[in-house]
């Protein structure tokens, strides 16, 4: 179970970052506003954030292999961080560039998963 989120995590992460930089758009979750693209293909048709989604699933492998309730507990606390200070600032910027074109994706695709 534990190699399964393992490849997960790398999966979402690094595919995330890839369609990025395949599509030359900025991968700097800090400058949003910077987007020249909007990525909805490959891992992007089933979360808008696979590099969240994948983080997500290596801090709960580590967290497991910690054997600490605490870990999971905080994991909880980092979605709803990401959540507040990350992803509705990156939407935000992008519903500003890419308009009704990213509207239409975030009405079909989750967050997350």
């Given at each position: 179970m534990?190699?399964g989120?393992?490849?997960?995590?790398?999966?979402?992460?690094?595919?995330?970052?890839i369609?990025?930089?395949?599509?030359?758009?900025?991968?700097?979750?800090?400058?949003p506003?910077?987007?020249?693209?909007?990525v909805t293909?490959?891992?992007y048709?089933?979360?808008r954030?696979?590099?969240?989604?994948?983080?997500?699933?290596l801090?709960f492998?580590?967290?497991?292999?910690l054997g600490?309730?605490?870990?999971?507990a905080?994991?909880?606390?980092?979605i709803?961080?990401i959540?507040?200070?990350?992803?509705v600032?990156?939407?935000?910027?992008?519903?500003?560039i890419?308009?009704?074109?990213?509207?239409?994706?975030k009405a079909?695709v989750?967050?997350w998963?």
């Amino acid at each position: 179970m534990v190699t399964g989120f393992v490849l997960a995590g790398v999966f979402f992460a690094l595919s995330g970052a890839i369609s990025f930089r395949l599509a030359k758009t900025t991968v700097n979750p800090l400058k949003p506003d910077t987007a020249s693209s909007l990525v909805t293909s490959g891992v992007y048709q089933f979360t808008r954030n696979p590099m969240y989604v994948g983080f997500v699933a290596l801090l709960f492998v580590w967290a497991s292999h910690l054997g600490s309730a605490w870990g999971i507990a905080l994991i909880a606390l980092y979605i709803v961080y990401i959540q507040r200070f990350q992803i509705v600032p990156e939407e935000r910027a992008l519903v500003a560039i890419f308009k009704v074109e990213f509207s239409d994706y975030k009405a079909k695709v989750s967050p997350w998963l």
